[in-house]
C-alpha cells in the first residue's frame, strides 16, 4: 500500500502534508502535489492533515489512474520538502469537480 494525491489537490495545493512527511516524498507541480509511490512509507500521517481530502490509499476504488499519475510526475517534478503558501485563489477550487480535465498543468513552470 501506499499514499497517493489525487485531483483534488489541483489549484488548493495546501501543502500540510508536505510539512508531517517523515520520508519527503511529496513533488510539487505547477497546480497540485504528488507522492512518490516507491518512497512512500505508507505511514498515512500526510493524510488527515490533507483539509480537502485529496491523499488516499491505493487501494481505494479509481485509485489505479492516480497511482500512474503519482508514480509518472514524481520522476519529473522537483521534491519539495517545506511547506509554501497556497495559491491566492485556493478557496474557490476547493469543492470543485472534474479538476483534472479544467486544470491539470504537466511542467512546472
Known amino acids: 500500500m501506499t499514499y497517493l ?3 483534488k489537490c489541483i489549484k488548493c495545493k495546501l501543502m500540510d502534508c508536505v510539512e508531517v512527511c517523515p520520508v519527503d516524498c511529496f513533488y510539487e507541480g505547477k497546480n497540485m502535489l504528488v507522492i512518490k509511490p516507491d518512497e512512500c512509507i505508507d505511514c498515512g500521517v500526510c493524510e488527515p492533515e ?3 481530502d485529496a491523499i488516499v490509499s491505493d ?3 479509481g ?10 510526475y514524481s520522476e519529473i517534478w522537483p521534491n519539495i520538502n ?11 477550487f ?4 472534474d ?5 491539470f498543468k504537466e511542467n512546472i513552470q
Open 5 to 7: 494525491v489525487n485531483e
Open 50 to 52: 490533507c483539509p480537502v
Open 59 to 61: 487501494t481505494e476504488p
Open 63 to 72: 485509485s489505479e489512474k492516480w497511482l500512474e499519475m503519482n508514480t509518472k
Open 82 to 92: 517545506e511547506k509554501k503558501d497556497p495559491p491566492e485563489d485556493h478557496e474557490k
Open 94 to 97: 476547493k469543492n470543485e469537480d
Open 99 to 103: 479538476k483534472f480535465e479544467k486544470y
